[in-house]
């Protein structure tokens, strides 16, 4: 009885170890606090692409968006604008290893198959006219987004525009 009552005890002790250590590494968890940089594919009043920076609280739930123009959200994500998401000034998109901000112009074709309005003739990457396919959803899923309107922030941001430079996840994108 002793030993089983140990055993027990040890069984315990590693399933709350374990139930922590998963807590520690969870994105949520990860991502608690901020401000973090973040976008969204659906369009804002301002843009074709929705971009801000969100706050979280500690139980991992948006208090705060602060939308900004395309503009204003790079000059602060390369930090030649102040910005409460990047206080130090760094150049995350540089640390991340991109030379220039361009594949966020890029950011539309995730959603649409060519520009949606009047006068444009570039093609986007998406499956259907304004939103992409299933198939292409589930790709993105692994950035977070599960819905058209979630918003991508922190590392899923940073790979997800590693991504869009790559040629062959481009070409998987657009086959789906």
């Not at 040890?10 to 922590?20: E, G, S």
């Not at 968890?29 to 901020?34: H, M, N, P, T, V």
């Not at 843009?47 to 969100?54: E, P, Y």
């Amino acid at each position: 009885m002793n030993n089983i009552l140990k055993m027990m005890k040890r069984i315990y002790f590693l399933i709350v170890l374990f139930a922590a250590q998963l807590n520690i590494f969870c994105q949520d968890s990860k991502y608690q606090g901020g401000p973090f940089f973040a976008i969204s594919l659906q369009p804002s009043s301002q843009d074709i692409i929705t971009f801000c920076i969100m706050e979280f609280n500690t139980k991992g739930e948006v208090v705060k968006r602060i939308f900004l123009k395309r503009e204003d959200w790079i000059r602060q994500i390369i930090g030649i604008q102040q910005s409460i998401a990047n206080p130090d000034g760094k150049n995350f998109l540089k640390e991340a290893g991109f030379e220039n901000p361009d594949v966020i112009q890029d950011l539309w074709k995730l959603r649409y198959s060519e520009w949606p309005y009047h006068g444009g003739k570039e093609k986007g990457w998406a499956s259907k006219p304004r939103i992409p396919s299933e198939e292409q959803m589930e790709m993105l899923k692994k950035f977070g987004i599960k819905k058209i309107s979630d918003y991508v922030y922190g590392d899923n941001l940073i790979n997800l525009l590693q991504v869009m430079e790559d040629p062959a996840w481009i070409s998987e994108y657009q086959n789906k």
